[in-house]
């Protein structure tokens, strides 16, 4: 649960942002790209310890979701990256 408020305070600062320091953003999005493949890999290692048929199916949604958060963070950090580079040139 803590994490995902982790992530929620996180995207809702993304959307909110006024100016703050683009290097400290930069950091945040790092660290939120490492908290989301630690998520995954995690789900991962949950699934692979599941035998109840039903906790599958959960550890399966774990891993989906898991996933899409780390690709959109993925994504999102690249859009960023590109849209400074060109900026910048």
Same mark, same amino acid.
């Given at each position: 649960?803590?994490?995902? +408020?982790?992530?929620?305070?996180? !995207?809702?600062?993304?959307? !909110? !942002?006024?100016?703050?320091?683009?290097?400290?953003?930069?950091?945040?999005?790092?660290? +939120?790209?490492?908290?989301?493949?630690?998520? +995954?890999?995690?789900?991962?290692?949950?699934?692979?310890?599941?035998?109840?048929?039903?906790? $599958?199916?959960?550890?399966?949604? =774990?891993?989906?979701?898991?996933?899409?958060?780390?690709?959109? +963070? !993925?994504?999102?950090?690249?859009?960023? #990256?590109?849209?400074? $580079? =060109? #900026?910048? =040139?």
């Amino acid at each position: 649960m803590k994490v995902w +408020l982790k992530w929620w305070k996180a !995207l809702r600062e993304v959307w !909110l !942002l006024n100016g703050e320091d683009k290097q400290q953003n930069k950091l945040d999005d790092i660290e +939120l790209i490492q908290e989301a493949k630690d998520e +995954l890999l995690i789900a991962h290692r949950m699934f692979a310890q599941m035998e109840d048929p039903d906790m $599958v199916d959960w550890a399966v949604y =774990s891993i989906n979701a898991a996933e899409k958060r780390y690709d959109y +963070l !993925l994504k999102n950090y690249r859009q960023k #990256t590109a849209r400074a $580079v =060109s #900026t910048n =040139s």
